[in-house]
Every structure is written in structure tokens, then in C-alpha cells.
């Protein structure tokens, strides 16, 4: 290995420390009461060592948030194998709420807190395009399934934000602790159970 790919591959490392670290500190501490300078005590550098690879907190917030949706997507896109399109349907939520249980800090920097938004507006882009390419996956499976008789009269858009809506509701009533104490049954499971009765109501022709 030469200097230079040696050096990339340092440069590399050290982003990956950073983000890690982030991630951790904002899992422990939460968002707000986490510093950049926080973040390089962790990883033991200085401050500016942080912000040659990012220029502000939301940066990092935004560079883990768009790391969560590849994971996610890469997860959901496995499932295109399947040829019937609501199995595939069924799949995909069993999927993401396997992902936000398992992962419920990024799920909430993903999905519920606003900073990744703000980053956004900050750099004058009107599009979310991670959440807008999660979300195609979802829309395109319900077309698949509408071209085969299913969800006769619905449209396709505003039924897969129902479903998206439905499924996301769940995996947030559970990670912000609103089911326990409200069901006899232990949140890891009624979130399951609760998944399985509304697959019984969407697969009907």
C-alpha cells in the first residue's frame, strides 16, 4: 500500500471514530447536550480534527441518518427476491420493525427527530431523497400488488403512507416506552402481534 491510499485509508478510520463516537454520545446524553467538543474528547483528538471532517453537529446527525436509511434500505431491497408482492408487502414491515427495534436510536434520528431535516434546509434542498428512496420501495411494492387485484380502489401513493404511517406508529409507540404498562403483553411482543392483525386486515381482495 502506498502513502496516499495509506493516508485515505487513515483519513477513512478517523471519520468512522468520529461517527461512532457521535453516536454513541448522542445514544447516552441525547442530541442536545452533546458538543463537538464532546465528541473529540471521546476519540481523544482535538476539535478541529472534528471539523475537517464535518462542519457542525448536524452534519454528523445527517452523515449517520443517511448511514441508518443504506442499512435499511439495503435490508428491504433483499426482500425484491420474493415474487408475490404482498408476501413481499408483509416482509418489508417485518422488516423495518425489526430494524427500529434493534436499532432505536438511529430509528429516532432517522425518523422522529428533526435535526437531519434542519441539515437539510440548511443546505437548500427540497427533497429528502434517503426517506424518498425508502419510501419508492414501499409505493412499488403496493403497485405490484394493485396490478394483482389487491387494494381495489385505492391509490397508490396515499395508501402506502397509511401503511408507512401504521407500521411507523408502532415501532415508535414501543421505542418511546407508550406500550408498557398499557397492554398486559410484553412491547416486543404486541408490536409483533400487532403487525400480524393488520396484515390480516390489508390482505383481503
Known amino acids: 500500500m502506498g502513502i496516499s491510499e495509506r493516508k485515505a485509508k487513515e483519513k477513512e478510520e ?7 463516537a457521535a453516536k454513541k454520545l448522542f445514544a447516552e446524553r441525547g442530541i442536545e447536550h452533546t458538543t463537538i467538543r464532546n465528541i473529540a474528547q ?34 428491504m431491497k433483499v426482500l425484491f427476491s420474493v415474487d408475490d408482492p404482498m408476501e413481499r408487502l408483509k416482509a418489508l414491515g417485518r422488516v423495518y420493525l425489526k ?35 425508502t419510501f419508492e420501495l414501499l409505493k412499488g411494492t403496493v403497485n405490484d400488488c394493485i396490478r394483482l387485484g389487491h387494494f ?18 408502532m415501532a415508535s409507540l414501543v421505542i418511546r ?18 403487525y400480524e392483525e393488520f396484515v390480516l386486515m390489508i390482505d383481503k381482495k
Open 42 to 75: 471521546e476519540i481523544e483528538y482535538s476539535i478541529g480534527t472534528v471539523y475537517v471532517y464535518f462542519k457542525d453537529k448536524n452534519d454528523i446527525l445527517h452523515e449517520l441518518h443517511t448511514q441508518g436509511f443504506r442499512q435499511l434500505g439495503g435490508e
Open 177 to 194: 416506552q407508550r406500550v408498557q404498562g398499557v397492554t398486559c403483553v410484553a412491547p416486543e411482543q404486541m408490536i409483533l402481534k400487532g
Open 99 to 133: 430494524f427500529a427495534l434493534d436499532h432505536p436510536e438511529m430509528y429516532d434520528l432517522m425518523f422522529s427527530m428533526k435535526a437531519p431535516i434542519e441539515f437539510l434546509e440548511s443546505t437548500h434542498k427540497d427533497e429528502w431523497n434517503e426517506g424518498k428512496a
Open 14 to 20: 478517523l471519520k468512522k471514530m468520529i461517527l461512532h
Open 152 to 169: 381495489v380502489g385505492h391509490e397508490p401513493e396515499a395508501l402506502s403512507f397509511a401503511i408507512w404511517s401504521a407500521v411507523h406508529g
